[in-house]
Each structure stands twice: as C-alpha cells, then as structure tokens.
C-alpha cells in the first residue's frame, strides 16, 4: 500500500498534515507519540517579531467546533529558526512554516531567512481574520493576492503554500489569482469568521468580538471549497476543515485534496492524526485501494 504524496517537489510519508495553530511547534504531542508518524507539520503562525496574541478570553467551544482569537501569538521568526528547527529535525516528517505579517516586505524577509533554515515549504497565511493589519486583508482581494504571492516568490527559495481564506464571494477567484502569482500549492480553508454572545452579560465571549470558526461545523463548506478549487487549478491542495476521523480525511482527497490537515481535532483528541491515518488506511483496505493518490479527485459527478 502506497500512502506517500507529494506536494510540489516535497515527498511525505503520508498525507496527514498538522494545521497551522493546533500543534505548536510540535514538543507536547511529540511527548505522546513519535512525530514520524505525521506527513508533514505545519508549524503556529509566524511573524517577524515576536507576539503576545490578543487579550483573552480569546477561544471558546461552539456546536461542533471552536471559535478561536488568538492573534497569532508566537515567539518570531528567529527564536524558530534557533529553538525550534532543531528539535523538528529530529523526526522524519516535513516542516511546513506558517507565515503571517502586517506587510508585504515582512512575508518576503521571512521568506528570506526561512529558506535554507531546514524547514521544507513555506505556507503563507494570507488568512488569519484575527489581526488588525495583514492577515485576511490580503487574503480577500485577487489582486493582492497576486501581487503578495509574486513577491513572496522572489525571495521564497522553498516552494509556496498559500492559505486561502473561506471569508470571500467565489474563492476559486483567489486561488487561481495565488496560481497566477507562482504559488506551488494550496491550502484550504483557514477559519470562518463568527461571532458568540453571552446572553447573560449581552457581551460578546471573545474579548476581540470576533473569530474564526473551525472543527466539525465548517467540514461541509471546506469540502465545497476544495471541490470547486480542484476544478480551477492545476495545483496541489491540502485540504482542511473539521477533519475528525479517516472517513473525513477521504471525502476531501475524493473532493480534491492531495493531503490533508487536521486541525481542532487534535484539541479533542491528542492521536487525532495517527487515528484519521489509519483510519485511511482502513478506507484504503476495504475498497482495494493500493495508492493513497488514487483517491484525489475522485468524487463521482453524474
Ligand atoms: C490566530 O492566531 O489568531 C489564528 C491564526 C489564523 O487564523 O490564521
């Protein structure tokens, strides 16, 4: 049985890929399980600059899934490169660096100083609806999504994920804008934007008002997404948005996705990922199925 993709030029072992927010940097599940188990890990967002994230409460449960505000609190780009890598390094799986930053010229220096650093792909966060500069701000214009992703090339000398945001009109528009511009993969989707209210204090429960949806709830409109996205490019996807279990991990490569992240659901269980793997594997048995790739885009439109 073949279980390994590969996604622009980058081999993993298999499709089972952390999400960028959900898994640090991976030191706390690595105590619980061997980190080779893992296609890829996509490392919490990163900036220049380190950053303490927004005030809290900034995450809370809604039915089927999280609403999150965090404000991409990490340690920067450097302590990463320092502290980080080498521990990642140990294991066999990829590292994947989240990217984020309140201009242009702060993804193309990221860029710059994490290609060569050891990590294997770059995902740009173009997505993050929590941040008051940058973030989804580029993410929801084609344009810019155009420009951003052509600069980010010139100094990229890794391949390019771009991370599409789910808080647009038509996001095949924005994906083929991040194909135009030299992106050499896709991700998607980040986190729908939502809102809770207490009705006790008629305040809202996150203390920055608003955040990004994810788990369960969102699963149905990130396979739709994923879908309409494989019909209008030619790049690779991984797909992501509430996947729990195997059966989720092969409805998005049937839809399109040439891997998978897994995201909340390492919040709800810390295996999360080794089960959604074997949980494919299972899939793979019992329909005779001897390459994981055979899977991609095989959803049956009549
Ligand atoms: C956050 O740190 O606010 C979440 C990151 C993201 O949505 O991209």
Redesign the pocket.
């Given at each position: 049985m073949n279980l390994k993709v590969n996604i622009a030029g980058v081999e993993l072992s298999n499709p089972i890929i952390t999400a960028?927010?959900t898994f640090g940097f991976g030191r706390e599940y690595g105590e619980m399980y061997s980190l080779d188990e893992l296609g890829a890990i996509c490392v919490?967002?990163l900036t220049l600059a380190p950053r303490a994230?927004?005030p809290p409460p900034?995450i809370t449960e809604t039915y089927g899934g999280i609403l999150?505000?965090?404000?991409?609190?990490n340690p920067g780009v450097d302590m990463f490169i320092k502290n980080e890598i080498p521990e990642l390094k140990k294991y066999t799986c990829k590292i994947i660096a989240?990217i984020?930053g309140n201009t242009i010229e702060d993804y193309c220096e990221m860029a710059e100083r994490l290609s060569g650093s050891g990590v294997d792909m770059l995902e740009m966060?173009i997505?993050?609806?929590?941040?008051k500069e940058g973030?989804v701000a580029f993410g929801t214009n084609a344009k810019t999504i155009l420009h951003i992703t052509q600069e980010v090339k010139k100094h990229a000398k890794i391949p390019v994920i771009v991370?599409l945001s789910p808080n647009v009109t038509d996001i095949t528009e924005m994906a083929k804008a991040a194909e135009a511009g030299g992106a050499d993969a896709l991700s998607l989707i980040?986190?729908l934007l939502g809102m809770a209210i207490d009705i006790k204090t008629r305040r809202p429960i996150l203390a920055n008002i608003t955040?990004?949806l994810s788990g369960p709830a969102v699963k149905p409109v990130a396979v739709r997404m994923v879908y309409q996205v494989a019909q209008c490019t030619k790049l690779p996807i991984i797909g992501m948005g509430g996947i729990t279990n195997g059966d989720d991990a092969v409805e998005f490569m049937l839809a399109g996705s040439n891997a998978v992240a897994v995201g909340t659901a390492n919040f709800m269980n810390p295996y999360a990922c080794v089960s959604i793997k074997k949980g494919i594997v299972d899939y793979m048995n019992q329909y005779h199925i001897k390459d994981v790739n055979d899977l991609v885009g095989q959803v049956v439109i009549k």
């Open positions: 960028s927010g919490k967002g994230g927004n900034r999150n505000s965090v404000g991409l609190q989240n984020a966060n997505s993050c609806p929590n941040v973030g991370k980040n986190t955040g990004g």
